[in-house]
């Protein structure tokens, strides 16, 4: 297969894509391509005015509309306003923080945005979609345990890596058991992943101290190249269920390819277990 780049992502005429956090980074790199390549798309956002300047940026068939994924009332009335048929929602706005947080509904800041926003969000459009759902995921996964017993990390000191890792565990897992649902409802959406290596954001570009920002500086790719694996898991020719990747540097770096994942992210049980807690935190159920 050649080097995946955006110039591979076909005519997108007609269609629409939500793309939530499109307001920077992974997102607005990816969302450019999409309305590059004709598709109308809608930034869900949190900062609408920075979503605005970076809608105004891309040109093309693009409009903002607020979308807060640590609060489920945000995710609930932003679902009440879409009314008509979506091809590909992609799922890319996550978050990570230094110091213990919470959502505006008690849930750990990190678990709550990465995945149960998202989880509530997908599922309340998912009668809408047509397409794809895509979810931004990381070979972070690997490294993520998730405890039942403590999905708020309030027994145990926090620690950011292990709290990301977990979430990102958890976008996997939600794929894999989407993918199985949609499957068994007969439902010709597909549900993918993918996990744009490492890349210069605002997330990582923090202040993790003179180390991280020479990593970043030497080793981190750009944006639009962390879209990439995104933009193949988005429109390229893979099944449902896949997780996407860049192709080189241990799939941190470089266009885009089918990757694998974790053990765990590949269990099933795990995926039904993490799918009922889920329904059960955020009072959304299966969408179809």
């Known amino acids: 297969m050649p080097t995946y780049t955006a110039a591979l992502v076909p005519d997108l005429t007609s269609r629409t894509a939500i793309v939530t956090g499109g307001g920077g980074g992974i997102g607005a790199a990816t969302a450019e391509v999409l309305a590059a390549r004709g598709a109308r798309v809608v930034l869900a956002v949190r900062d609408t005015d920075k979503g605005a300047r970076a809608a ?103 620690r950011e890596s292990r709290a990301y890792a977990a979430s990102k565990l958890a976008n996997l897992l939600f794929t894999a058991e989407l993918q199985r649902r949609l499957t068994a409802a007969g439902s010709t959406v597909t549900a993918v992943a993918a996990h744009p290596g490492y890349v210069a954001t605002g997330m990582t570009a923090g202040d993790g101290g003179a180390v991280s920002r020479l990593a970043v500086r030497f080793l981190a790719q750009s944006p639009a190249q962390g879209a990439l694996p995104v933009l193949y898991a988005a429109t390229g020719d893979v099944p449902g269920g896949a997780f996407t990747g860049p192709e080189r540097a241990m799939h941190m770096r470089a266009g885009a390819q089918r990757i694998g994942r974790s053990r765990q992210a590949a269990d099933p049980e795990l995926a039904r277990r993490l799918w009922a807690v889920s329904e059960e935190l955020t009072g959304v159920g299966f969408g179809l």
């Not at 926003?117 to 809408?128: D, S, V």
């Not at 979609?129 to 690997?142: C, H, I, K, L």
């Open 56 to 158: 105004r940026a891309m040109g093309g068939r693009v409009e903002v509309r607020p979308l807060d994924l640590a609060s489920l009332d945000s995710v609930r009335a932003f679902a009440a306003r879409w009314d008509e048929p979506v091809d590909l929602l992609v799922n890319n706005a996550g978050t990570s923080v230094r110091e213990r947080r919470l959502t505006a509904d008690g849930f750990e800041l990190q678990f709550g945005t990465n995945h149960l926003g998202p989880f509530a969000l997908t599922n309340l459009l998912l009668r809408h979609v047509t397409g794809r759902v895509v979810s931004v995921s990381s070979q972070a996964e690997r490294m993520g345990r998730l405890d039942f017993d403590d999905l708020n990390s309030e027994r145990r000191p926090y």
